[in-house]
Antibody
Framework: EVQLLESGGGQVQPGGSLRLSCAAS????????MSWVRQAPGKGLEWVSV????????YYADSVKGRFTISRDNSKNTLYLQMNSLRAEDTAVYYC??????????????????WGQGTTVSVSS | DIQMTQSPSSLSASVGDRVTITCRTS??????LNWYQQKPGKAPKLLIY???SLQSGVPSRFSGSGSGTDFTLTISSLEPEDFVIYYC?????????FGQGTKVEIK
């Protein structure tokens, strides 16, 4: 069964750091681009970041650029999101998602077809 | 960055109705436009990819159309489980972006 399982969420003070993990199973992890998407309480979906299958290409939303780092360990079938300098507005449920198709970020007209259950990040003092 | 304008933000309809949701992008995204459904407390579910391709396992009452900057999601006959929130999303060029969402409510 294709599955994504996030972990690492929690409560942190403003300015603090967290690292989210997303464990993948049931598919060849390195063949797919992976993404993080978040949803603040009562709000819509916000795309956060994407990484290519090889890990060589990464892209970020302007709202997190310079503070968040996406990475992956294909030997462990795990995706990460290192979040630094956290702000109250980063409070959200964070989902990892598999982008169908090939591992490149560009040129693949496919959607995010597998999602994790989400992990909650709360930034407050 | 590509901006998304999704409309309406909400609509009221009845079981069996046909509804259409529109998504407009600030620049051409070719056919790199996807539609998702989100039920309360759940992760989004991919319905349509590449503007008009039905994701495997999704009922045929869902359909998508459009290219360039104007796209639509149509539900041909609403079922009770369809009264949830729908989002469009472009992945033509990072940063990928979502529309604001459309809540489909029971009339």
């Amino acid at each position: 069964e294709v599955q994504l399982l996030e972990s690492g969420g929690g409560q942190v003070q403003p300015g603090g750091s967290l690292r989210l993990s997303c464990a993948a199973s049931g598919f060849t992890f390195s063949n797919y681009a992976m993404s993080w998407v978040r949803q603040a309480p009562g709000k819509g979906l916000e795309w956060v970041s994407v990484i290519s299958g090889s890990g060589s290409s990464t892209y970020y939303a302007d709202s997190v650029k310079g503070r968040f780092t996406i990475s992956r360990d294909n030997s462990k079938n795990t995706l990460y999101l290192q979040m630094n300098s956290l702000r109250a507005e980063d409070t959200a449920v964070y989902y990892c998602a598999k982008r169908d198709g090939f591992g490149t970020v560009f040129g693949v007209p496919k959607g995010m077809d597998v999602w994790g259950q989400g992990t909650t990040v709360s930034v407050s003092s | 960055d590509i901006q998304m304008t999704q409309s309406p933000s909400s609509l009221s309809a009845s079981v069996g109705d046909r509804v259409t949701i529109t998504c407009r992008t600030s620049q051409s995204t070719s056919s790199y436009l996807n539609w998702y459904q989100q039920k309360p407390g759940k992760a989004p579910k991919l319905l349509i990819y590449a503007a008009s391709s039905l994701q495997s396992g999704v009922p045929s009452r869902f359909s998508g159309s459009g290219s360039g900057t104007d796209f639509t999601l149509t539900i041909s006959s609403l079922e009770p489980e369809d009264f949830v929130i729908y989002y469009c999303q472009q992945n033509y060029s990072p940063p990928w972006t979502f529309g604001q969402g459309t809540k489909v409510e029971i009339k």
